[in-house]
């Protein structure tokens, strides 16, 4: 599993936000693609925080606890983001994950640059098949 990289099984097709994104619009977009959170990028695409569905519950309780206007993901994201290497390899990410509990992580190239995420299911994606092509 070793030789298994997170650029050969992370997703590269994402749902971002920007810091602007309206929360409202954030949940939509988060329900709509049966996700659990995204990056948030600034405007030259450079990954600056992610928000997921406990950061947006917030939101729901804001409102209805406070009466207040809803916001903006700048407002609710989680800016000390924890990330991964394209070469990162699989078995130390999933140590990874077990060690910190996460549901997915950014990846990033060597500038810091977002490429794309991977997440626990993309993890048992990959073990799944190279089990299966180890078997062959």
Known sequence: ???LKVKDCMA?????FTLSTNVVDAMDLLLKHGISGAPVVDDEGALVGIVSEVDLIQVVVQDSYYNEPVGIV???MRSNVETVTLDTDIFTLAEKIIREHRRRY???D???GLVGQISRRDVLRAASEFRS???I
């Open 74 to 76: 700048a407002d609710f």
């Open 12 to 16: 590269t097709d994402l749902v971002t």
């Open 110 to 112: 060597e500038e810091g």
């Open 133 to 135: 092509r180890a078997s």
């Open 1 to 3: 599993m070793k030789s």
């Open 106 to 108: 950014p990846v990033v």
